[in-house]
């Protein structure tokens, strides 16, 4: 399964890595937008959940991962120019559907409520409207470490929090990822986590008022960080809003163990090939009935 690469000219300022996974069967084109300081590499495992039901497509921002030696990277980017990027992905793919994990739940729903002509349906995994006590003490710390440039703790607070479920194979990749990035990558999540602290994800609620597709929310029944309770807050201003529930996982998901993976793909796999007739249907995956770790 080899994607076909491309550097995309975006806005003529930003360079953008993406890979395209083909199927011939597909007719539907979804695109995975990475959290933050992660790369195309951690969509490893969706990538299979969804190929070859559905073309897909992964990419880095301009500041990370295959992207960057093809930026000047010289200043942060905002969430909205990271939504504007995403609008002119899903543009140029004639995308039908999203799919954001994690922190790119904030641009995703900025492109959301700009109501691309071709998207039909969105899915946003491990996001949550609101810094709760958890994620509050996450990015307070994780603000000091980045601003430091201390790449050891960053490594370490990510793998203690919202990676303690990981298996061990994944804390290792993730330690060695976080803790080998440039400076101007550091720089970038400060920014970014600067400005969560100080709006407490104000604008993803905003945002999502103006969202007119049927929007699956997805999280883990045991992440502290973006709560399933949590994540329900956005069914208040996004009509055809979707839950789900993952058993026994936690913030990571589908990577954190087979059941976790199973439960995730059938969630996706029925949301995203529902017809508009069963659009408000709701979707409750099957109760996890074992957690062995995922070979890689």
Not at 211 to 226: A, C, S
Not at 268 to 283: C, G, H, N, Q, Y
């Amino acid at each position: 399964m080899r994607p076909e690469i491309a550097v995309l000219d975006l806005q003529g300022q930003y360079r953008v890595y993406t890979e395209f996974y083909r199927a011939e069967a597909a007719t539907k084109t979804i695109i995975l937008v990475n959290g933050s300081l992660a790369t195309t590499a951690s969509f490893a495992q969706t990538v299979r959940n969804l190929h070859p039901q559905f073309n897909v497509v992964l990419f880095d921002q301009p500041y990370a991962g295959k992207s960057k030696p093809h930026n000047a990277n010289e200043r942060s980017l905002t969430k909205e120019e990271e939504g504007h990027i995403l609008l002119e992905l899903i543009d140029h793919f004639a995308a039908e559907q999203v799919m954001s994990f994690s922190w790119g739940g904030a641009c995703a729903l900025i492109a959301l409520s700009q109501r691309p002509r071709t998207l039909e349906r969105a899915v946003i995994s491990s996001f949550s409207p609101i810094i709760n006590v958890h994620m509050n003490d996450y990015l307070t710390r994780g603000i000091e470490y980045l601003g430091a440039c201390e790449r050891y703790k960053v490594g370490e607070l990510i793998n203690d929090t919202i990676g303690k479920h990981l298996p061990s194979l994944f804390k290792r990749f993730n330690y060695k990822h976080v803790s080998t990035l440039a400076e101007h990558e550091y720089a970038q999540m400060h920014f970014h986590v600067s400005e969560v602290l100080q709006s407490n994800l104000g604008g993803a609620l905003e945002a999502a008022t103006n969202i007119n597709v049927p929007v699956l929310f997805m999280n883990g029944e045991w992440d502290e960080y973006t709560t399933p309770l949590d994540a329900r807050l956005f069914g208040k201003h996004i009509p055809q809003s979707h839950f789900v529930t993952i058993q026994s996982a936690g913030h990571f998901l589908d990577m954190e163990h087979k059941a976790a993976c199973r439960d995730s793909r059938q969630a996706l796999i029925d949301f995203l090939s529902a017809t508009p007739a069963e659009k408000r249907v709701r979707f409750h995956p099957r109760p996890a009935q074992d957690q062995h770790a995922i070979a890689i």
